[in-house]
Every structure is written in structure tokens, then in C-alpha cells.
């Protein structure tokens, strides 16, 4: 937060919230082991025969618009694909729930990636093979591309709750974990992301507690603005709902939030990791403080929930003007109250 002092106007700018990331590059730091890299490159958009995209729907329509002309021609074109590859499954007995056992599927520019396991057996094998052939005469050997890999789709998922549910179960492991989940894409390995960096014995506790391998990595989101509701355990800042509050917060401080995943809603819903609360500030000769006057301003602002964006001293005026948000439930209505010193 910078503070800036321009002849009679001294203002402070905040709660517009802020989240960055912050990853640990491997090297000599022995708690960093990060995911490596899964790269499938798929049949571009150009790439597909002239007489091939004749067989698509590709006219202007809701999709053209929301998602630009090349992206909806690619969705077009991978859904018609795994319409074709469902159906060749079907005929060959094997469902798509079925193909999550056996490895999985993802798309990558206009093609399906079917994934299937090193030592899955041959009948298993030839028959997701047949269908993939089928998909192939249809449109073209590019259509669809396979990948090997260690393990399925549904065997990744159960190694994410397994690695998830363990280091939960450790106090102070569990208090640093942010997420569990894959590498990305259509990797199968697992990676655990950590609100701060882990000791060394937690370190030894995450690699020796699985028979595979858990990539880590430290990350963590920050979240800045006034504190405009307290209920129950919970903080409202910057329309997101925070728990782990701690007690002595109060409607009106400037807080700080490191937190980990945020809920999509409205307001957002996120837990407090750790929080950091900013001493009441007076601006230059104020005898209020930004704390009383966002206090007194939220008290005539109507229902929540609510957002400070912006606070302002006017020396001159003698006056606060504190800028409240009221989000994009209301198309983000803005209202400026005014407080006398």
C-alpha cells in the first residue's frame, strides 16, 4: 500500500484485493520437488483437411460470439469428435466411465487424447484401439492421438483423496496445505501446494507417507482491504468471506489475508491462513482515524454485503470521502460517503 501526499489532498487507495502467487524453482532447496512438464500437441485448426471441416457445424452462432471464431471451430470440431469416438466405444462395449479405469481422455487443439495404461490388457487394449481406428477413418489419423501413461484417470483421483486425507491428519502439515491435486493437464502425477515452506521433517513426513511420488510446490494468495463485516469467526474483506478470523478483528481495520483456494460465489468464500492487521492510521493533520471513518461511513451505507475501494482526506475541507462498492451483484454500484473530521 503506498500513501501519496499531493498538495491538499492525502488519499489511500485500497480493498480492490490483490492475489499473487509465489512458486519455489527447484534447485538446492531439498523441500521443492516440482511437477515436471505434460505436453501433448494436438491437430492445429489449420491443419485439418479442407474437405474434413465440411462435416462440421461451423456457422456464426452464440458459441462464435462468446469465444472468438478459432476457439469455437476447435470446440466445435472436439466435440464432434468425441461424439464419434463415445459412440465407437459403445459399440465396443466400453463406456467413457469405462475409459476413466483404463487410462482417460482430454483434448488438445482439434484432437482427442485417449490415455491408456502401460500394462492394460491386450483385450482392453484392442478395443478402445478399434474405436480410436474408427475415428480415424472418419475424420483423420490426427484426429486422435494416444498417450501411455502409469496409471487412470480414476486411479489419480483416489491418490489425490489419498495424499489429501493423510496430510490432513497432520497438525502442522495440515495447517500449511492449500490444495492437492494433479500436475495439470492430462498428467497423472499429484502435486501438494503449501501455504508457506514445509521443515525439514515435514518434508520427510510428505515423501515418505505415499508409495509414488508428491511434487510440492509453496504458493499462496494475498488478499488486502478494509474489513467491512465480522460475524461469527468469519471477516468480510474485499467481497470474500474469510474464517480463521482472528478475534480481535474489527469492521474498519486494514487487513492483509494469506489464504489459499477461494470459493467462487458471491460473496467469495476462502479460509485465513495467516492475517495481518494495520495499525489505524491519521492522515496528515485528521484527528480521526481511516478506521473510525470507514466505520462511520459503512454504518450509513446500506446492506452488505459491502466494499471500501477507496479512502480519501481532504485537508482543506476537513472531510473523508470514503468510496463503497456493492459489488457486481448490484452491476458494482458505487457511493461515496463524506465524513467530517
Known amino acids: 500500500m503506498r500513501f501519496i ?54 456457422s456464426s452462432d452464440m458459441l462464435m460470439e462468446e469465444m472468438g471464431e478459432k476457439k469455437a471451430k476447435e470446440t466445435r470440431i472436439q466435440l464432434k469428435r468425441k ?26 487443439d482439434t484432437s482427442i487424447v485417449v490415455q491408456l495404461k502401460e500394462d492394460l490388457p491386450g483385450e482392453e487394449r484392442e478395443a478402445v484401439h478399434r474405436a480410436i ?23 489419480k483421483r483416489q491418490r489425490v ?3 489429501m486425507d493423510t496430510l490432513k491428519e497432520h497438525e502442522a502439515i495440515g495447517a500449511k496445505l492449500s490444495s492437492v491435486g494433479s500436475c495439470g493437464g492430462g498428467s497423472m502425477d499429484i502435486e501438494a501446494g503449501f501455504l508457506e515452506e514445509l521443515e525439514e521433517e515435514e518434508i520427510d513426513v510428505v515423501r515418505s507417507s505415499f508409495d ?24 468480510l474483506i474485499d467481497f470474500t468471506w474469510f474464517s480463521s478470523a482472528p478475534p480481535d478483528v474489527e469492521v474498519g481495520d486494514f487487513a ?16 485465513a491462513y495467516k492475517t495481518k492487521i494495520r495499525e489505524a492510521r491519521h492522515l496528515g493533520e485528521a484527528e480521526k482515524t481511516d478506521r473510525e471513518v470507514v466505520r462511520e461511513a459503512l ?8 466494499n471500501v475501494t477507496e479512502v ?22 458505487k457511493e461515496t460517503v463524506t465524513i467530517a473530521d
Open 5 to 58: 501526499l499531493v498538495l491538499l489532498m492525502i488519499s489511500i487507495l485500497a480493498g480492490c484485493g490483490e492475489s499473487r502467487t509465489v512458486q519455489k524453482e527447484p534447485g538446492d532447496d531439498p523441500g521443492i520437488l516440482s511437477c515436471p512438464e505434460y505436453n501433448i500437441k494436438g491437430q492445429p485448426l489449420e491443419e485439418v483437411p479442407e474437405e474434413e471441416m465440411e462435416q462440421y457445424d461451423l
Open 83 to 108: 461424439e464419434t469416438f463415445q459412440a465407437a466405444l459403445e459399440q465396443e462395449g466400453v463406456s467413457l466411465d469405462d475409459l476413466m479405469t483404463l487410462g482417460g481422455m482430454l483434448v488438445a
Open 133 to 155: 481406428e474408427q475415428v480415424r477413418e472418419t475424420y483423420n489419423e490426427e484426429a486422435v492421438i494416444i498417450d501411455e501413461v502409469p496409471i487412470s484417470q480414476e486411479e
Open 161 to 163: 483423496t489419498e495424499v
Open 212 to 235: 509414488f511420488k508428491v511434487y510440492t510446490k509453496v504458493a499462496a494468495s494475498e488478499t488486502s482491504g478494509y474489513v467491512t463485516e465480522v460475524e461469527e469467526g468469519r471477516m
Open 256 to 271: 492483509t489475508v494469506t489464504h489459499g483456494a477461494v470459493a467462487e460465489s458471491f460473496p467469495a468464500q476462502s479460509s
Open 299 to 306: 454504518a450509513s451505507g446500506g446492506e452488505s454485503p459491502l
Open 312 to 333: 480519501t482526506y481532504e485537508p482543506d475541507q476537513d472531510e473523508w470521502s470514503i468510496t463503497i462498492s456493492k459489488g457486481v451483484m448490484n452491476n458494482d454500484e
